[in-house]
């Protein structure tokens, strides 16, 4: 990091200062991160956090950030437009990037909003909502979540009984005696801060990492714990890592080949070691016509896809699978706000038909708009899991940067 970060700076400054000047920026704004650690090491979001610092060790006077507060507490994303705030009116400008509406509308003075590499709109965004901007963001009206009145939940679909991993890296965070139980037909929401054991968690649901206790993992009572990804796949689990190029899909790969690479099973596109290649397309057709991929079809390559598109085929090769259980980290990363809705929207029938979903994600509208409960990991460790309506944002802040039980109430 410190390294990377040197890279950046317009003049040579001694090591020992460097570091001194950068530790003096993170605890000023809440960026926990080892300055030492190799960046190859970071997930996304922690990556993301060194651009944020070395933006703001450079004194800019035009400061340009895209999506910066994924991976702040929104007690820090206060801290952080603060500062701001305050560069703003000591001269400096600043193009703020964001997809949270309310981000902008909070922050900003102005906003222009693009729709296709072209301006759509310049406006106030005090004198808008944030969802009249999304609408000028997709050009049509924005769909609410439909979410039946009344919702019942089925029996525990989805049991994790003190899951713990073993630390794979000198920077890794593993999780620590994890618990929780999601019924069927009910979505449980993960909230944490880029870089406390999320990717851990995921990988140790999906079969990546496995354990040594059958029964830490349950689904419909049958023991995982020790099965790889392609036991899990035949026994109902579907997942979607974060980093979607080379971990959820193979850029070099066609759509389709990637469609066989994790549904091969579920929907029979290998009979006999022999790859059933028009089941696979079809199958990728039908992907990329209900969540609207941008592909020229199934024999695209993944590569050739934007990021956003890239990110609803994905979902939707998932999705589609009708899993019993799904475990999704960051759905709708990269997306705009139409995509993003109907991500959630397939997710909530999804559930409606009886799956259990874990959501893992760093965007507390997203898991507040969708979640039935939710749970907050920090350092590895998971709060016990509440229904939604009974978390508040700064509850939920405070979980997510470390205080826990009567603190947090």
Known sequence: ????????????????????????????????????????TLS???????????????????????????????????????????????????????HKLHEIKALCDTATILRGGKLVDTCDPKQETSRSMAEKMIGTGLKDIVKAEGRTF????????????????????????????????????IAGVAGNGQNALLDALSGEIRGDDREAITIDGLGIGMMDTTERRRNGLCAVPEERNGHAAVGEFSLSDNSVLTARDRLGMVVMGLINGGAAKTYTGKVIADF???????????????????????????????PSVLVVSQPTWGVDAGAAAAIHQALVDLAA?????????????????????????????????????????????????????????
């Open 353 to 409: 038909a009886g799956s259990a979903i874990v959501v893992i994600s760093q965007d507390l509208d997203e898991l507040r708009a969708l979640s039935d409960t939710l749970a907050v990991i920090n350092m590895g460790r998971l709060s016990p899991a509440r229904p939604v309506k009974d978390v508040s944002v700064e509850e939920i802040g405070l979980l997510m940067g470390g205080v826990h039980g009567a603190e947090a109430a």
């Open 1 to 40: 990091m410190l390294e990377n970060i040197a890279l950046g700076m317009d003049s040579k400054i001694p090591s020992r200062e460097l570091e001194a000047r950068i530790r003096a920026v993170m605890n000023q704004y809440g960026l926990l991160l080892d300055p030492h650690r190799t960046v190859a």
């Open 292 to 322: 609207a991929v941008k592909a020229l079809g199934p024999g695209s390559m993944a590569g050739s896809l934007s990021g956003g598109n890239l990110q609803k085929y994905i979902m939707g090769r998932e999705i589609l699978q009708k």
């Open 44 to 98: 996304v979001g922690e990556r993301q956090r060194i651009e944020i610092v070395r933006a703001l060790l450079l004194e800019p006077q035009l400061l340009i950030m895209d999506e910066p507060t994924s991976v702040l507490t929104p007690q820090e994303v206060e801290q952080l437009f603060t500062v701001l705030r305050k560069l703003a009116a000591e001269g400096c400008s600043i193009l703020y990037i964001s």
């Open 154 to 189: 089925g029996p525990p679909k989805l049991v994790v009984s003190q899951l713990s991993t073993v630390k794979a890296g000198h920077f890794d965070v593993p999780v620590d005696g994890v618990s929780f139980t999601v019924r069927a037909g009910e979505i449980l929401g």
